[in-house]
């Protein structure tokens, strides 16, 4: 049973470009969540994706914007990127009321 | 605003004595507390977690427990062993909210 996927592994762009990511979710699971880990921190919150709808966001502009896919895999677009976008991205999946998310191993973001 | 604190960056600890990691919170909302252990190059991995109507939980090695009147919980790790060297995020959320809060996560080196 293959865990949470996540692709690319790493990515380097430069300032002002966009940025898409994919993830695919755990066997099973429909509810996917994005969080950003910024070197040296804890994961952030980015936001949620349940039923190919945005469920919940966290405080990130409205450069940051995602989507779900009929097949529960997702992907997180990032537009105008700063340096400060540079970090490691992390999908994590779970289904309906269980609260243990599966995380993916992350794309590492860097941008120049 | 950071609601899950980790103040303490790293922890060596020998081989075969307790690991004791703590975490303090300041949402009062928060009902459902988790600890992840990140290796590198790999996404956090769920060790256990502990539901505010209980102030301890055990899983083989592992027992969390929890203060809600400090706002305080702790994972104690006994007896410690090489292959617990990792960064060990605490986590929290809150009742009908999926998003989960992290702290800055402690370093644990297990020294033979």
């Known amino acids: 049973d293959a865990g949470v996927t996540q692709s690319p592994t790493h990515l380097i762009k430069t300032r002002g470009q966009q940025v898409t990511l994919r993830c695919s979710p755990k066997?099973?699971?429909?509810?996917v969540s994005w969080y950003q880990q910024a070197l040296g921190q804890g994961p952030q919150f980015i936001f949620q994706?349940?039923?190919?709808?945005?469920?919940q966001r966290g405080n990130f502009p409205d450069r940051f914007s995602g989507h779900q896919f009929p097949n529960y895999s997702s992907e997180l677009n990032v537009n105008a990127l700063l340096l400060g976008d540079s970090a490691l991205y992390l999908c994590?999946?779970?289904?309906?009321?269980?609260?243990?998310?599966?995380f993916g191993p992350g794309t590492r973001l860097t941008v120049l | 605003d950071q609601q899950v604190k980790q103040n303490s960056p790293s922890l060596s600890v020998q081989e075969g004595r307790i690991s004791i990691l703590n975490c303090d919170y300041t949402?009062?909302?928060?009902?459902?507390f988790l600890w992840y252990k990140k290796y590198p190059a790999e996404g956090p991995t769920f060790l256990i977690s502990?539901?505010?109507?209980?102030d301890k939980n055990e899983d083989g090695r592992f027992t969390v427990f929890l203060n809600k009147s400090a706002k305080h919980l702790s994972l104690h790790i006994v007896p410690s062993q090489p292959g617990d060297s990792a960064v060990y995020f605490c986590?929290?959320?809150?009742?009908?909210?999926?998003?989960?809060?992290f702290g800055a996560g402690t370093t644990v080196t297990v020294r033979a």
């Open positions: 502990i539901s505010s109507i209980k």
């Open positions: 066997s099973g699971h429909d509810t």
């Open positions: 994590a999946s779970f289904l309906g009321a269980d609260n243990e998310q599966f």
């Open positions: 994706y349940y039923e190919e709808e945005e469920r």
């Open positions: 986590a929290a959320s809150a009742a009908n909210d999926y998003k989960l809060s």
């Open positions: 949402n009062s909302m928060f009902d459902y």
